[in-house]
């Protein structure tokens, strides 16, 4: 079974004592830490810090009103003067809930306890629930960090071959991804022949070109230096497809919303990111091209649907943050406005009074001007900085010039105003026109919601 330890410390305690003191603790105990638990402030010690990775085990603290709550068999009143509370080492294996097994032992700076987690109390009549135990510390962080390192690379790969040992564990975690009614649509096309390789990169050439095309002046000058893929300096490439009917009329859970079998693929292929990063290989997706005409040159089925086309190999470095962010091309949306809880618009902050006290200390920001029409449709589409805001109740036709924001309140309103704008200054825009088209109260919110957001994010920003 697993054990709970209690730690008390003085601020820079040694690594040394405080590991000699808990070796003293372990001393006749042959199962392992899986908790360790201490006073809030002290999980920024160095010393603890380096117990817990050495333990793997994971770090938890509580405060001293509730360590103060604890009835502990060794109270003592220096501790309480020090700390506020009477026991921290024993304290904290009963506020974690477990029985303690040894009481406190010391050293000149440290104390330390051992528990051993016990069955929560449930009233009667109610059956104990068993949480499964998580990984440790080290694990954790591991799993955490590669997510973090993960990059859509296109620059940098090395002209040496993937073995196939390799690339088998890669496939080996994309094959393990979960899927509607474990119907398994993938299928991985594995591709080194450098002709096959040269017709897919004059496609997503074509497209390149292409959308280079539609930009704004100043865009397409930053566009023009990124990288959008890595076709023929990757040593391989591999085609990730997907089979929408396989597993027959009753896949389990795909009744309802046949886009499962697609969600199921692109699962497939952030499993074999996650683990061509473990093995030092670098991944770019590639989606610069019509996916018919690459199921052409793949000679794939009719029935086979083509959801990724990435580029695979060892390179000399992964940078350490995304190359759109180091561009500036774009920059990442904060987590705190994509979290609702219980219904849409209720965030831990206001998205509003957010940016308003953003616009307080705010920086002005430079880069393409769009002018954002309220109200309006896709004829309003005369020109590349247009971008139309749709406030029908019908969903408009397919149009990435067009943003459909059916609001239901001017409230509402006003937010999607405000996210409009910041989202539009995380890709690079530096000025908004603002076109009302609409005679309506909403149209006049989401108005106002655009300035906001504008304020917010340094942009300029005038009426049309």
């Known amino acids: 079974m697993s054990l709970v330890l209690g730690v008390g410390l003085r601020s820079g305690t040694s690594y040394a004592e405080l590991h000699d003191l808990v070796a003293t603790v372990l001393r006749d105990q042959s199962d392992a830490i899986q908790l360790v638990v201490t006073v809030d402030g002290k999980q920024r010690e160095p010393a603890l810090r380096q117990l817990v990775n050495e333990l793997d085990a994971e770090l938890r603290t509580f405060s001293k009103d509730e360590l103060a709550a604890q009835p502990v068999p060794s109270p003592s009143e220096q501790v309480e003067q020090l700390t506020g509370t009477a026991s921290v080492a024993e304290a904290a294996v009963l506020a974690a809930g477990a029985q303690l097994l ?3 032992h010391r050293t000149s700076n440290a104390t330390a306890a051992l528990g051993r987690p016990t069955a929560a109390p449930y009233p009667a009549g109610v059956s104990a629930v068993v949480r499964a135990a998580g990984y440790g510390v080290g694990e954790r962080e591991a799993v955490y960090r590669v997510i973090a390192e993960r990059r859509d690379v296109r620059r940098g790969f090395l002209d040496e071959p993937v073995d196939d040992l390799t690339l088998g564990r890669v496939l080996e975690a994309a094959h393990r991804a979960p899927s509607v009614g474990l119907s398994q649509p993938w299928d991985f096309l594995v591709i080194r022949d450098v002709a096959t390789r040269r017709k897919v990169h004059e496609l997503a050439t074509a497209q390149r070109d292409a959308f280079a095309a539609s930009l704004p002046e100043d865009r397409r000058a930053a566009f023009d230096g990124l990288k959008i893929e890595a076709i023929l300096d990757a040593p391989l490439n591999i085609a990730v497809t997907c089979d929408p009917g396989r597993g027959g009329r009753h896949v389990l859970g795909r009744h309802a919303d046949p ?6 693929a692109a699962i497939a292929i952030q499993n074999l990111w996650l683990a061509a990063r473990t093995e030092g290989l670098g ?13 052409a040159v793949l000679d794939l089925p009719r029935h086979i649907e083509l959801i990724g086309y990435l580029c695979v190999g060892y390179v000399d470095e992964f940078a350490p943050a995304p190359e759109l962010v180091r561009s500036g091309w774009a920059k990442r949306r904060p987590l705190s406005w994509a979290v609702h809880h219980e219904e849409w618009g209720r965030r831990n902050t206001s998205i509003v009074g957010d940016a308003e006290q953003a616009a307080r200390n705010v920086v002005p920001a430079a880069g393409q001007c769009v002018r954002v029409v309220v109200g309006g449709d896709a004829a309003h589409l005369d020109d590349a900085e247009a971008l139309v805001v749709d406030l029908g109740t019908d969903r408009p036709a397919d149009d990435f010039g067009v943003l459909w924001r059916a609001a239901r309140t001017p409230a509402e309103a006003v937010e999607f105003g405000v996210e ?8 690079g825009v530096g000025q908004l026109v603002v076109q009302v088209v609409e005679d309506s109260e909403r149209a006049e919110a989401l108005a106002r919601g655009l300035q906001v957001g504008a304020s917010a994010c340094g942009l300029t920003h005038s009426s049309a």
């Open 283 to 295: 991944v770019g997706w590639v989606s610069f091209f019509e996916p018919g005409e690459v199921a």
């Open 102 to 104: 040894l009481g406190k």
């Open 420 to 427: 409009i704008a910041r989202d539009l200054a995380l890709q």
């Open 259 to 264: 886009r499962t079998t697609m969600f199921s």
